[in-house]
């Protein structure tokens, strides 16, 4: 009897557990179990619609991993910051002539082309220049001269 008494317990307690973990209401057995393959199965689309996710960034990342770019605005000027995982012939080029496009002077650059692209870059406006140009505007102008590298590098190959 004791035993009986005890597995009923334990069962109660594992149905209230899952109850708790299903955020379900129901009061039954019967009502508990269908709530929770109800969750079950919830828990199975989104772990889908998540792996068609990654699949598709990934895909869209090998297919045209363009570089990440980071602008700051300094007390004179701009901190360019340029990054991609894969190196990128041609790409510095590009960007400098997006940089004498909007009149800003390299004042300090550090580049790495070997594995991976990194470019650190410190642009200062032209003297002469008669409209000042802010953070988003470097940025956009960074941005195009990577598509543009991009297209035309893809159409090399």
């Not at 708790?20 to 009061?27: F, K, R, Y």
């Not at 969750?39 to 990934?58: C, G, M, S």
């Not at 550090?110 to 953070?135: H, K, M, P, Y």
């Amino acid at each position: 009897m004791v035993s009986r008494e005890h597995k009923r317990a334990a069962l109660h307690e594992k149905l209230q557990l899952l109850r708790s973990i299903t955020n379900s209401h129901a009061l039954n057995k019967t009502s508990i179990i269908v709530d929770a393959s109800k969750y079950i199965e919830e828990l199975k689309e989104k772990v889908e619609r998540l792996n068609q996710d990654i699949a598709a960034a990934q895909s869209s990342n090998d297919q045209n991993p363009l570089p990440m770019v980071t602008v700051e605005t300094l007390e004179k000027g701009f901190l360019i910051n340029v990054f991609s995982e894969k190196s990128c012939p041609g790409l510095l080029v590009s960007i400098l002539e997006a940089f004498e496009e909007l009149g800003l002077n390299v004042l300090e650059a550090r580049v790495s082309c070997t594995e991976s692209f990194r470019l650190q870059a410190v642009g200062g406006e032209n003297e002469e220049q008669s409209e000042s140009i802010d953070a988003q505007v470097v940025k956009q102008a960074v941005l195009q001269a990577i598509k543009n590298w991009s297209e035309n590098s893809d159409q090399q190959e």
